[in-house]
């Protein structure tokens, strides 16, 4: 048998949000750390992300006088996923998300106890549809999370091994006992598998998120590069059970958008989304928890619907919201356009009828202080605007395709539990393999709740997962001859 020098407390693989968590909470138990990174830097598509972090009762909600609870999180939590989700696991989850994000205020991330506006803006924001603020934005978004939590690791002496990806695990005896990399073996008391998802790996979304199909060439992916599904060539070899199939994050786009917004831009605030018949059915500004789903149901194309003063009106400097790149869209016909709704409805194949009535009944509400119909003035306020946008009434008119396009992260991953132990298929615990972040599923469902959700997910879980394997590896080390 190996003696201890040889072997390392716990190996983490994937340097990304939940990766660094784990390694960081291990570490601070005492814990030998090593993390290996398959790609040439750390961060993964936390680092990518806008850090959104959801988390109730915390001591941010508390300084804007904001009553909030676990418990209410996780009725709201489950609600919204229709309770397909295991209980036990999503309680441990939303128990640990206010401990988790004090945990990383005490590391140095800065997040004002002051109203936000947007998910690029410091401090509380509305996440999704939760009946209380529960969007924390943390200074410098994504990147400063992952700044913070990299200063942490170098702080406990947490080697980072880049470029390393992982081949394979160690199982001896049904047991894992480290992991190969580049054909040298690891060997570990414990590990955690903290490699993303699988949003770069073509094969896999078709086997395992076929929905992401649906997009056809309007599908483009924002998740990190190293998102190859790594996690589950881990999981069949020791029998791990893989819950989640075809959940994940499609974010509603036009067709032109590439990039995430704050690259691509954002539309302009005088549009209406538009069904096959012609009508409005959503709230323009509704969360990406609910939007992807709504238009889902309509059972065909829909279109943002905006004029020229919509188009005049979009700042410069974005890549694809511009309003000169609109109307190169428009001049090579992709955006379809016309002198008249009329017209429009025509290009569009909806009823005309239907059309202008949706604009007309639409410009004699929210551009006079409220939307009576889908509530939309209370979204812009949470996003603080206080003026009403304008009437769509100035031609030519636009209209561009919208679907859930934009590819966020994948759910599909290796069962855990509450304590982040991966299960495997007849419902018991794997010796020694913890999971976290995608690669560790269950926590996020069918509907994302909102944003947040995942990098939320991604810290609080690899927090678990890193202080279950430090105790993993003091039990192991105890009983080791």
Not at 328 to 352: C, F, H, I, K, N
Request: net charge negative; charged share 20%; with cysteine.
């Amino acid at each position: 048998m190996s003696t201890e020098e040889d072997v390392v407390d716990v190996v983490v693989v994937g340097g990304g949000g939940a990766g660094l968590a784990a390694a960081v909470s291990a570490a601070e138990q005492g814990a030998s750390v090593l993390l290996l990174e398959s790609q040439k830097e750390l961060g993964g598509s936390t680092q990518l992300s806008a850090g959104l972090f959801t988390a109730a009762g915390t001591s941010v909600q508390r300084g804007l006088g904001v009553e909030d609870s676990a418990e209410k999180f996780f009725q709201h939590y489950m609600d919204l996923n229709q309770w397909l989700l295991e209980p036990g696991l999503v309680k441990a989850f939303c128990d640990n998300a206010g401990p988790t994000l004090e945990w990383l205020l005490e590391l140095g991330v800065e997040i004002p106890a002051v109203v936000s506006a947007s998910a690029h803006e410091p401090g509380l924001c509305r996440a999704g549809v939760e009946d209380v603020w529960r969007g924390h934005v943390p200074k410098d978004q994504g990147y400063g999370l992952v700044q913070t939590l990299d200063a942490a690791r170098k702080k406990h002496g947490v080697e980072a091994v880049l470029n390393a990806r992982v081949q394979r695990l160690l199982v001896e005896d049904g047991e894992v006992r480290g992991v190969v990399v580049d054909d040298i073996e690891v060997r570990a008391h414990a590990v955690v598998v903290a490699s993303g998802g699988f949003a770069q790996n073509p094969a896999l979304l078709e086997q395992l998120y076929p929905t992401v199909l649906e997009a056809g060439d309007d599908l483009f992916v924002v998740a990190a590069e190293g998102s190859q599904g790594d996690h589950l060539a881990f999981g069949e070899q020791v029998d791990a059970a893989v819950v989640g199939h075809d959940w994940g994050l499609l974010m509603p786009t036009v067709y032109f958008q590439r990039l995430h917004h704050w690259q691509s831009g954002f539309p302009p605030r005088s549009r209406v989304h538009v069904n096959p018949q012609g009508r409005r059915f959503m709230d323009e500004d509704a969360s990406y928890a609910v939007s992807g789903g709504l238009i889902d149901l309509q059972g065909g194309p829909c279109h943002v619907v905006f004029d020229e003063k919509a188009r005049l009106s979009l700042p410069a400097g974005y890549a694809h919201w511009d309003a000169e790149h609109v109307l190169a869209e428009a001049e090579a016909g992709r955006t379809l356009r016309a002198d008249s709704l009329e017209e429009l409805a025509g290009l569009m194949g909806v009823p005309a009828d239907a059309l202008v009535a949706t604009v007309e009944r639409w410009n004699t509400q929210l551009p006079q202080g409220e939307d009576p119909d889908f509530l939309r003035h209370v979204s812009l306020a949470a996003k603080g605007v206080s003026e009403p946008p304008a009437p769509i009434a100035d031609g030519p008119f636009y209209a561009a395709r919208i679907r859930p396009a934009e590819l966020v992260c994948t759910h599909a991953g290796l069962q855990i539990d509450g304590s982040a132990a991966v299960v495997d298929r007849v419902g018991d615990t794997v010796p020694g393999l913890f999971a976290a972040g995608e690669a560790g599923a269950g926590v996020l469902g069918a509907r994302y709740v909102g944003g947040g959700n995942a990098v939320a997910n991604a810290l609080t879980m690899g927090r678990i997962a890193g202080l279950g394997a430090a105790r993993a590896a003091v039990a192991r080390t105890t009983t080791t001859v």
